[in-house]
């Protein structure tokens, strides 16, 4: 049996499955992830992208770091890939108790996922830093320059910047639903976002599985490793 038979075949017989995911489970929506020959860390910028979307930059270049952010991180005209589909149809027949996700897009519960935890926020919610009130993706791509609230207050992405912490009841959901799962599916990441990456120690489930175009850190500890396009893999399962 091949790798991807032994895939589908351990997604047949399992009924207690979380998926952990990062930025290449939206490449194949057209998101270009970060660390990927074509990723944004290969493109050259006035700094580095994990310079510009730090908290440190956001509160001293709010201007400088809008540029970016518009132009490179909101795609609202993505839709859902094989992946995100997938995952949706999974968790419908209870075969699926969660989705963690490294992503900031949306993707999952656009494709119909309810469970989704997102470590990182989401470019759909944003906020004023000033009076609270919550704004969708609509009012920060129709701004000028930085997006103001009506109270004059700064509007800020309610995504978790570098150097800011995540927040601990999702690391909680995220850990419970790790910790009490039978098989983690691991896809799309680098696994160099801490402490993100750090949750899958979590797991003491029987099947660890790692989907990913690239190497990773945990290819070592995974029962099984299949290195390719996440969503080529994830179409193979017959639900
Ligand atoms: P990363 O860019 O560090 O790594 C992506 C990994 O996915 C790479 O190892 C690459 O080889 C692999 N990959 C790319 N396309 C793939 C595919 N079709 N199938 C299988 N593997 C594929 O991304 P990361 O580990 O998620 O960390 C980056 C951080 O950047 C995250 O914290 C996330 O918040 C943020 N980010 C989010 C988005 C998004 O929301 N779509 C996009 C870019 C970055």
Redesign the pocket.
Known sequence: MNNIDTFVQLVQESDNIVFFG???V???SG??????PD?LYNQKYKYPPETIISHSFYQRYPEEFYRFYKDKMLYPDAEPGITHLALAKLEKEGKLKAVIT????GLHQKAGSCNVIEL?GSVLRNYCERCHKFYGIDKIINSEGVPMCDCGGRIKPDVVLYEEGLDDEIVTNAINAISNCDTLII???????YP?ASFIRYFKGNHLVL????E?SADKMADLVIHG???EVLSQIKI
Do not use: M, W
Request: no cysteine; net charge negative.
């Open positions: 990062g930025a290449g939206s490449t194949e998101i270009p992830d970060f660390r990927s990723g490294q992503n900031i897009d990182h896809a799309g990441t680098s696994l160099v976002v993100a989907i990913n175009l690239s990773t396009k996440v969503g």
